[in-house]
Structures are given as structure tokens and as C-alpha cells.
């Protein structure tokens, strides 16, 4: 992917300046460095980012700085980017299904924090893992799951133990002289704190059926950004949700907290610019991005309508909004975005649609399908 050099106000400057016939991806280092400094203020434990959101250096160099000092990696490849551009920070290595070769560069980087949810796993991790490294203890933690609540997407359907499952798991772990603890990733965009209350109920049964006592509760990541015009999630009530129902159900042996935003940190420090190419006989919409490119999650987890429409010049099209259907550029009939999304009257070929808070899962997930998805990014000081 290409990057600008120059460093713009905002979207509406670059738009003016460029015309950029390309999707951008537009970044506001400092809006990353304000969301980030919001969990660490407000969530009562250890903040970790997970990795897999946006690896882009870029966002993993502004966290460090901001003050994170973990991350959640899934792959030899993010277990080797973290630890090149945070040497310091914690990696807890949390994809419960691992190849013997990737278990083996793990161990050798020296990773001591690792999820599992079967038996067969954790008899993997046995084998191959030390119980110490140097004069750390190495942390196993069995992930469990539950009925999805609150998400908009099920994670739970790949990963995740009966918390039956988790309380056997729990025990093996302890027995064997690994710290356990226990973690769970409550789906993602949950805009009602339901979706960590009653699995952190369950961590406490989970403890309680296995005996053991969970030195660290990980409680996922889920935390949503802002996607959806007028409706801005209330980050600080989760916090607080979340540190009453673990007081409440554990009470003096609360285990330590941590946390593992992906979504939630990144999202809203970037906003996509792309352009209209044409508006088929005055109806439906076709950008020169889609599914196939930035805009992938949005049949998955729904539309992102914060979206601004701009001339090229830079001008905000104001006129009265109503729903219109947008298509991708390229000629296969998936590339359309769900529904339909608002857009103003007077929208123009040539006009560009930017859509803000679209910076998790979507550089990772543009694909080059059909020649399109020539997307390049750019720095601004503010997406305002
Ligand atoms: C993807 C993932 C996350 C991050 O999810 P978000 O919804 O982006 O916050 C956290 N933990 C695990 C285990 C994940 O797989």
C-alpha cells in the first residue's frame, strides 16, 4: 500500500489537494492516542491490543507511545512484529488452536501467556511449553464461551470450551504448575455491557467447579466503536459494568484484570475515502471501493453510516439524505454493501463518500479481486 508523505488537516484537505482516483485510508494518529489513553484511564486492569484489528506499524508505534504495554497475537508473524516494535510489552498468545511449528517459534520468543480451549490443545501446550521462563511463570488460560449476547458477531461458534470443559481445563493447568487463569472474547461490537456481565458470573462457577482460584481474568475484546451516526458508545459504563460484576461475583479474590480491544481502540482513528464513479440511471451507487476492499466486514457486522459526502473540491453535499443502494467496483453481485445507506439528494459522479471510524478490519482484509483495491493511506491531524 502506498503512503502519502504529507501530513493534512483533515479529509476534506486532502480531498481538495488530490482528487485521489484510489481509495484512501486516512489516519488521525492523535484521535488513536486519545481512545487509547481512554482504556488505559478507564478499564480497571492491564490493556492489551489485539494485533489482528490493524497491524499496521503505524497504529502499533502511536499505542506504545499512548502508554499500551501488551498486545494479543495470534501468529508467528504478530508474535515477531510486537516483539521488534515493543520488545517490552507482554504478548499473550491467544488463537487457542496452534500448529507444533508455531507453538515451537512461540516458545522460542519467549511468549508466557497462551489461551486453550480442548484437551487435545493443552496437551500440545504440556509437551512443548517450560512452566517458567527465566523468572516468570508461563500463564495458561482455558477460554470459554456461552450463548452469544450482546454481539453482532458470534465468535464463539470457532472457539471457546463448555465451561464445564474450562473447569476440567482449569485444573490440568494448575496441576501441571502453570499459572491459571481464565479468559473469553464476548463476540465484537457489544454495545450492551450484558455481553461481559454474564460471562464473567460464569468465570466465577468456572474457579469454583475447578477448585482453582484464577490469577488472571482476561475479559476479551468487543468494546465498540463509534459506527452508527448519533449513537456513541458509552466506553466508560462497560468499564464500570465490568469492574462491579467482577467485585460482586469474586469479591476479595478478585483475579487481576486484563482487556484485549482491537475494534475499540483502532476503529474510529480512521476514516475511508473513496469516490463515486457512476450513479446508474440516477439509482444505484457504484464507489470505487467494497466489500472486496476496505468495506470488507460490513455484510458481517453491518453498515458503517457515519458517512460524509464531499465535491471534489472539498465541499460537504448537505442536501436531504435518503436510502440509496451502493455497490462496489467490482463485477461480482456480493460486492454491495447491506441494505441501504443514506446518502444526499444531490450526490454527484466524481463525489467522494468518506466513511469514519473504518479502521479495524479493513486495510488487512483488502484484497486486489478484479484488479480493484489499489487502496493508499495518509496521515491527517484531525478526520473532523
Ligand atoms: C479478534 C479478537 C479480539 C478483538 O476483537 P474486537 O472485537 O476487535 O475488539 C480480542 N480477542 C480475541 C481472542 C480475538 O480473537
Known sequence: MGHHKTVWSNPADLIRHLQPEDPVMVFAPTALQER???FLDGFPGLVTYAVKSNPDEAVIQNLVTAGIRGFDVASPFEIDLIGRMAPQAARHYHNPVRAR???AHAVQAG?????VDSRSELEKLFEMVPTRVGDQGVEISPRFK????????????????TPELAAELLGL?????YIPSLTFHP???CVDPIAWESYIRVAREICDMAGVPARRLNVGGGFPSHRVAGVDPDLGAIFSEIAD????SFGDDAPALVCEPGRGLCADAFSLITRVKGIRDGAS???NDGVYGGLAELPIVGNLDRIEVLTPQGRPRDAERSGRVIFGPTCDSVDRLPGELGMPADIAEGDYVIFHGAGAYSTVTNTRFNGFGAMTNATVLSLG
Open 36 to 38: 487509547a489513553r481512554q
Open 173 to 177: 493447568v494448575a496441576e501441571r504448575g
Open 146 to 161: 456461552l450463548p452469544v449476547l450482546g454481539a453482532v458477531y458470534d465468535f464463539g461458534s470457532k472457539f471457546g470450551a
Open 285 to 287: 451507487i457504484f464507489l
Open 245 to 248: 460484576t467482577v467485585a460482586e
Open 101 to 103: 511449528s508455531e507453538i
Open 111 to 115: 511468549i508466557t501467556s497462551w489461551s
Open 187 to 189: 463476540g465484537t461490537q
